[in-house]
């Protein structure tokens, strides 16, 4: 579905005199100091500062690093590692997304360094939950368990894991969460907690590596070939890409490029993506959902296999094929779920409940209808007598403070500003249903303001385009710069492939690709502009720059 922009909420932005001394001063292209200013304006940098710009284009890594703070915890956890010589057995509890795995790939990696075993176990979304299951834990830590590592949740387990540790674990955590009440357990690094500021925008993959990193934990030439797992982990959580996250993940993705991981260059292989010109983009929109996808349907098992790359080649391969045939099914449920809702009478309401869906695909789910409607939503569904819910919110709602007004009622519940998850006794759920339904229509919804560079896609060049992609990697915070042409009585929408989903527009002759547009560009009189992007891509080894419609202006 092609995005609409109305033309009051369009703020263009025009190449000119500030932008040209700018790049002067750099020195970079116009169009790159152009993308410089838009930044500027968003809060980023100042134009006029050419030291902080040269420093927001070629971050400098171990200055970076120096500086970072993970707060108190990671200097207790450095002393509990340097104070053994060997951790014995350990078990390092994930989480089933690609930060939850990632880290859980780098935990064992590292912890290696130090045991005589090491096993991980990740819970099942549909039947254990997110976060320390006490049931499960004290299963697993009764068969032959010294140690006890636990990444992307735990945060809020200070009570559970002191009962643990006074069984004789060692025990450490690495989260990133929210922190709902201080932590009273001593090892628990989440910078969320008492960290500095570019602490608390890593994921749960980044916290453990930059705390392996800044406390000596093993050896920096050896950390340097695990990024591509923080840079993943990363990109899939959304998280901000400041200065210290670009570089975390440049370099993962350059690894990515050169020297990836067995798994990884098996699952780049088979989805025909070639490495040498990865993209962020083709990370998020492809590589990401194979990862994610077994943990949302079943087990996350098989990503945590693919990732550590265990066995012959033919087991990698068909680990990997596994993960893609896991994505393919979580499409064909989430599109089942998507048209139920659209086809349901009652789907304006803002909590939806659905007896048979799979909770796993629900958060994708609700981000889409989420971004459709620019509501708030909640999808919830039944699971192992309580109902589990997730809340996605757009610009200008709290999820986790929506959550926390009704944190009595509820028996689990975390997450981030605009993404959160709970889980409520079934007893309780009308109750919370129609508490959640009140607060989400109270929801002050910020209209959101597209920014963009008005210039003729003609007018961009190959060169120019890859020294403005020298500024990524593009996500949260660093949004890749958009694009506005307005539209002309010369304008024409023709057929783009042969299933008929897709469209291209033709402006001032260059196609502006429109991927399953074909249905909203039917008819286009009131069409004012065209926003879009462009990127890199390669036809027959030979590289171009190709243009992305992703939007109308009514």
């Known amino acids: 579905m092609l995005a609409t922009c109305r033309d009051s909420n369009l703020k263009l932005y025009e190449i000119g005199d500030d932008a040209r001394d700018l790049a002067r001063c750099v020195p970079c292209s116009e ?15 100042s134009a006029v500062d050419s030291d902080w710009v040269q420093e927001w284009i070629q971050p400098k890594f171990d200055k970076l690093m120096d500086s970072l703070d993970l707060g108190s915890a990671s200097v207790a956890a450095r002393e509990l590692w340097n104070s053994k010589s060997s951790f014995g057995n350990v078990l390092v509890y994930g989480d089933y997304d690609t930060d939850g795995i990632s880290s859980t790939v780098l935990a064992m990696e590292i912890f290696r360094h130090k045991a005589a075993q090491t096993r991980y176990f990740i819970p099942r979304r549909d039947t254990q939950g997110y976060g320390l299951n006490a049931g499960v834990l004290e299963e697993i830590t009764s068969r032959n368990c010294n140690t006890l590592v636990v990444v992307d949740c735990g945060t809020n387990d200070s009570e559970l894991l002191n009962k643990l540790k006074k069984r004789g674990m ?5 989260d990133h969460h929210t922190v709902a009440d201080n932590p009273t357990f001593p090892t628990i690094v ?10 608390r925008k890593l994921c749960a993959t980044a916290v453990l590596w930059c705390w392996a990193w800044k406390e000596d934990i093993v050896s920096r030439d050896w950390l340097k070939y695990t990024l591509d797992l923080v840079a993943l982990a990363t990109i899939s959580d ?15 993705m350059r690894l990515m490029k050169t020297n990836p991981r067995r798994g990884l ?49 033919d087991s990698v391969y068909e680990c990997v094929n596994d993960l893609i045939r896991a994505n393919r099914r979580r499409q ?47 999808l919830a569904a039944p699971v192992a007598g309580k109902i589990r819910g997730t809340l ?24 981030h500003r605009y993404a959160a998850g709970f889980s409520v006794l079934s007893e309780n759920w009308e109750t919370v249903a129609q508490s959640l339904e009140k607060l989400l229509a109270e929801v002050d919804v910020e209209e959101e303001v597209v920014s963009a560079i008005n210039l003729s896609p003609a007018q961009i060049s190959l060169d120019d385009w890859r020294t403005v992609t020298e500024l990524g990697p593009f996500g949260n915070d660093n949004p890749c710069p958009r694009f506005y042409y307005a539209s002309s009585p010369g304008d024409r929408v023709e057929p783009l492939g042969k299933n008929g989903k897709h469209s291209a527009v033709r402006v001032d002759n260059v196609k502006l690709l429109a991927f399953n547009a074909a249905s909203d560009l039917q008819d286009t009189a ?19 720059v190709q243009f992305i419609l992703d939007a109308i202006v009514i």
């Not at 659905?354 to 909770?359: A, K, L, R």
Request: with cysteine; charged share 20%.
């Open 31 to 45: 169009l790159t100091a152009m993308v410089l200013e838009m930044t500027r304006a968003g809060g980023g940098i």
């Open 170 to 174: 060692d025990i450490f955590v690495f």
């Open 190 to 199: 989440n910078p969320c907690f008492d960290g500095g500021d570019k602490g």
């Open 238 to 252: 959304c998280m901000p890409l400041n200065s210290l996250n670009r570089c975390l993940v440049r370099r993962g």
């Open 265 to 313: 260059a098996a699952l780049l292989s088979r989805l025909g993506i070639n490495r040498q010109q990865l993209s962020e983009e083709q990370l998020s929109m492809r590589v990401i959902p194979c990862l994610n996808a077994p943990g949302r349907i079943s087990s996350a098992d098989i990503a945590v296999r693919a990732l550590l790359g265990l066995g012959n080649d």
């Open 332 to 378: 064909m449920i989430s599109e089942r779920i998507a048209g139920e809702i659209c086809e349901d009478p009652g789907a304006d309401r803002h909590v939806l409940y659905g007896e048979s869906w799979p909770v796993g695909v629900l958060s994708g789910v609700a981000s889409r209808i989420c971004s459709q409607r620019r509501s708030p939503v909640v």
């Open 392 to 415: 996605r919110v757009p610009v200008g709602g709290n999820a986790v403070g929506i959550l926390s007004t009704i944190s009595d009622l509820l028996d689990a519940w975390g997450g």
């Open 526 to 544: 009131g069409v004012k502009g065209w926003v879009y992007h462009p990127r890199l891509d390669y036809w027959k080894n030979e590289e171009q």
